[in-house]
């Protein structure tokens, strides 16, 4: 949905209420009391078939009789009208509607279904976008405006609340009152027929009066378009998520009241990760950061400083933060030395600084100043005990004098009740986040730390894999296939270690056996000692069902081993088909560590993997971390960080390091064959053995099904469209290979724009850019391939060195309404057809995912590129008042070409 349409929901400047009423309690009272008390504007107008006036407003019958075509509609009345008003408002010209009324379905599927269907066929028809049904509505506090069913207003403020709790709609407009917290928006989506989580985000990244988003979510629909629009927005500003159901049974419930598929609450958590968001877990910490936020420095760095007049609240603060894998800060020996010439013998020479119990504004003052200036110390938090005869208020003062000018972060805690009230609110005024106690100061920058770290995460460049990787797709494809149609859910031993080796991951020999006897005669060809598996379509986990014997040392112990296997089976699982045996040389790795790679097919999320302890010790350990393809090295790293046997990977004195780049390899190939093979919908790798020399897989299971998606469309963050490579030839005879753009691509990226001249630079830019910012490096660089591409040119230079040659990029709306392009050219090599063709690959790519429409722009002086467009079809027409002309292809009407593809 276009953020510009829903700019006309959330900053109307005209409202109909449909079902107005001035019966008290009514929805219609309400919203139109709310409305009215406001400072909204804009035209209220009432509309009831069998009133004249409402609140002493004229009412009127129908909405053909508005004097006016409202740019928002909020409807009050029954149910079985709304289809009916949708209809005659599409027809009138009003695109946005919030349902308010009562008697919407919730818990009742079948009805709730129906009640959806209904609504949307005429939304849909007639473009009207809809918020709810069982929603309260929304607040613009900055327009003055309460669309809503709350009790009172929201304060004006730079933070977006958006949630699907009622409840906490109004719980947090309470709070925010008491703590004089205002908010730019206040959105409830009740039951989300239309308007989803995405459609607000995307909206609200591009509005300037919100600087931070707050979400409450408990379910989600579309997780794909959900995080391409909050990666997005997590670019920009900050986002932090609370998330009901993280508790089974508290997610079932979750799950039933939205009506919503119920998802992993680890799932979630991994995907709040990958989208730079931060997740907070209570309503109480929530309040905290988001005070913190709305009034924070940017965090610059992890290490705090922590400076207060008693000595056990600094302990306790110092225990939380080391607790909660914070880092205190260790005080340079310059910084020591001010401090000793200021308060002489009256501080504890190590951080946390505790100063005497009385000390005095100037004391407090002064050792702020200094710790400000220490390299070491990236925030400050500030506390404050009460001391008899000491004036809290005038100390809080002195310290806001003292931080006026830092960067740096500062969090402030003046514990006590009356006399520390006053100091807190002036510290909040002054825009320092102020806590109650030091561990609830603790806690917000414990979140702020996780946050830049998710942020990191968002922005790393990663490496790459070896340029040798280039898998088997085709034969690994071939085998699931041939297990489809044999109407086979499980692969065999030989298959799975067949896929696997198709893609580069290192398998032990495995051989097939029909009998014990078969099985015997396998173990003497590949040598002793030997592991002996069970084959069966129904069983997943063999180790589970008694289906695996190791260190097998001869022909007889295989037969022995055989039977008993086959005995152990028919009593665990009677009813498993017993098709033969598995025979694997045992692979001796002594210093060898047990890993386990599996995928699974999460219901909201599609395809997701864990790593963790693998083998006998995975139950006990219990070490598992979740990740959603699409894995480069960085993130696969990302991934192993967050286990507890990273620190075993890792070695010591005696053992070495395990080869990390060989198990970070293996997770990116395993992402890569849930990608190629969208039917392999469960995977699992255990144990793998990593040692100093590599990874190899002792054993996997593989089960296989038809799969409903096509393509990449089951992930939940679009992978890199491998398809669209291809190889292209200039003018001159050279060969050049067109693709994507890829994270990777980053060092050449800032070569190409070293080899612009300063006037191509002028023109790609409209201005004068010496260079580039790395955070505008980054958003060229690491894009979503959903919501934007840039395909790059690689070929040789004239140096002889294969670098990146041009680059054209498109911008496309959320709704794929319309595209911005650029691009350019490395400036020596002009006139050689390698605009144009970037220029076709580019149209060529938006015909095919039915963007309706290509714009763009170029400096009057930029003659090339004005006839460039000319050429390929776009219509050219200039602004006189800025000098630029603008660009505009209609996708869907393409103007008639003659036989060279040039505009007739």
């Known amino acids: 949905m276009s953020p510009v349409k829903l700019e006309q929901m959330f900053k109307p400047t005209s409202v109909t209420v449909i079902g107005a009423s001035d019966e008290p309690g009514n929805p219609g009272n309400t919203i139109l009391k709310n409305l009215l008390s406001g400072k909204f504007l804009g035209p209220v107008l009432p509309v009831d078939p069998e009133a004249d006036s409402v609140m002493d407003l004229p009412c009127y019958a129908t909405i053909d009789t508005l004097p006016l075509t409202p740019d928002l509609a909020i409807l009050c009345s029954p149910p079985e009208t709304i289809p009916f008003y949708i209809e005659e408002l599409g027809k009138r010209g009003t695109q946005n509607a919030i349902i308010m009324s009562r008697g919407y379905f919730r818990f009742n599927r079948d009805k709730l279904e129906v009640q959806k269907k209904a609504l949307l066929a005429v939304a849909r028809k007639f473009r009207v976008r809809v918020l709810g049904p069982n929603c309260l509505g929304f607040i613009n506090p900055s327009l003055g405006i309460n669309a809503s069913l709350a009790q009172r207003d929201a304060l004006p403020g730079k933070v977006a609340f958006v949630t699907q709790s009622d409840a906490l709609f109004t719980t947090v407009l309470d709070w925010a ?51 391409s629009a909050v990666r997005a927005l997590a670019r920009n500003k900050p986002v932090l998520v609370i998330k009901a159901g993280r508790s089974e049974a508290g997610a079932a419930a979750a799950a039933a009241h939205s009506g919503m598929l119920l998802g992993s609450d680890d799932v979630y958590d991994t995907a709040f990760r990958r989208a730079g968001m931060l997740r907070v877990f209570d309503i109480d910490t929530m309040f905290d950061t988001v005070e913190t936020i709305a009034l924070a420095r940017p965090l610059r760095g992890e290490r705090l400083g922590i400076i207060t007049n008693g000595g056990g609240p600094g302990f306790l603060a110092t225990d939380m933060l080391l607790e909660g894998g914070g880092r205190l800060a260790e005080l340079d020996d310059e910084t020591c030395q001010k401090l000793d010439n200021e308060l002489g013998s009256a501080w504890s020479y190590w951080n946390p600084l505790i100063i005497k119990s009385d000390a005095d504004g100037e004391m407090y003052a002064n050792a702020v100043r200094i ?173 589970l069902a008694g289906g695996v014997a190791l260190d097998l040392e001869s022909g007889e112990d295989v037969r022995r081993a055989g039977e008993s296997i086959v005995t152990r089976v028919r009593q665990t699982q009677p009813e498993a088909r017993i098709t033969g045996f598995s025979v694997q040389r045992m692979s001796r790795r002594a210093r060898a560590r047990e890993l386990a790679i599996e995928t699974a097919t999460d219901p909201v999320f599609g395809p997701i993997i864990r790593f963790g302890q693998g083998g006998s010790l995975a139950s006990i350990a219990l070490d598992t971390q979740t990740a959603l393809p699409p894995l480069n090295m960085s993130l696969a790293n990302e991934l192993i960080s967050r286990t507890k ?170 709704d794929n309404a319309s595209a911005e392009f650029a691009v350019a050219v490395r400036s020596d090599l002009k006139r050689m057809g390698l605009g144009r063709l970037l220029m076709e690959k580019i149209i060529r790519y938006l015909q095919q995912r039915h963007t309706a429409r290509i714009t763009g722009a170029a400096l009057s002086d930029n003659k090339n590129m004005i006839e460039l467009a000319r050429t390929l079809g776009f219509v050219v027409t200039k602004d006189f008042d800025d000098d630029v002309h603008h660009f505009e292809m209609d996708m869907e009407h393409p103007l008639p070409q003659n036989e060279d593809g040039e505009p007739a």
């Open 177 to 227: 009152a008491s703590k004089n917290i205002g908010f730019s928006h206040f959105v409830s989506l009740g039951d989300r027929y239309d308007i989803h989580f995405e459609d607000v985000l995307n909206y609200l990244n591009d509005d300037i009066s919100t600087r931070a988003i707050l979400l409450y979510i408990e379910t989600i629909e579309n997780a794909r378009q959900f995080l």
């Open 371 to 543: 710790m400000l200036q220490d390299p070491s110390i990236d925030a400050l938090l500030i506390m404050h005990v009460p001391a008899a005869g000491v004036d809290s208020a005038a100390i809080a003062e002195q310290i806001m004098t003292a931080c006026r000018k830092t960067k740096k972060l500062i969090l402030t805690s003046w514990m006590g009740i009356d006399d520390a009230e006053s100091a807190r609110k002036r510290f909040t005024e002054a825009g320092l986040p102020s806590f109650f106690t030091p561990d609830k100061a603790v806690r917000a920058f414990l979140n702020l730390v996780q946050y830049r770290r998710n942020q990191d995460m968002l922005v790393e460049a990663p490496a790459s894999l070896p340029d040798d990787f280039s898998p088997d797709a085709f034969t690994a494809r071939g085998i699931v296939v041939n297990a489809l149609e044999e109407k086979r859910q499980m692969l065999t031993g030989k298959e799975s270690g067949a896929i696997l080796s198709a893609y580069g991951i290192p398998v032990v020999e495995t051989r097939l056996a029909a009998t014990v006897d078969e099985a015997a005669a396998a173990a003497e060809a590949i040598g002793f000692p030997v592991a002996l598996k069970v084959n069966s379509p129904d069983i997943y986990r063999k180790s």
């Open 645 to 814: 046997i990273v620190s075993l990977l890792k070695g010591n004195r005696d053992i070495p390091s395990a080869n990390l780049d060989a198990i970070r390899s293996a997770l990116v190939k395993v992402s890569q064959l849930v990608i190629d093979i969208p039917e392999i919908f469960e995977l699992e790798i255990d144990p793998l053995f990593a040692d100093e020399e590599g990874v190899v897989a002792l054993d996997a299971n593989i089960r296989v099904a038809w799969s409903p998606a096509s393509g990449t469309d089951q992930l939940a963050i679009r992978p890199y469209p491998r398809e669209l490579e291809e190889c292209v030839q200039l003018r001159n005879g050279a060969k050049v290979d067109m693709r994507p753009i890829r994270p990777e691509d980053e060092p050449d990226h800032w070569d190409f724009l070293e080899n612009m001249s300063p006037q191509d630079k002028r023109f790609r830019f409209f201005g004068n850019v010496a260079t580039l910012p790395r955070s505008e490096m980054i958003k060229l660089t690491q894009i979503d391939y959903d919501r934007e591409m840039a395909f790059i040119a690689k070929g040789e230079a004239p140096d002889g060195v294969i670098r990146t040659l041009g680059v054209a990029r498109a911008m496309i709306t959320p």
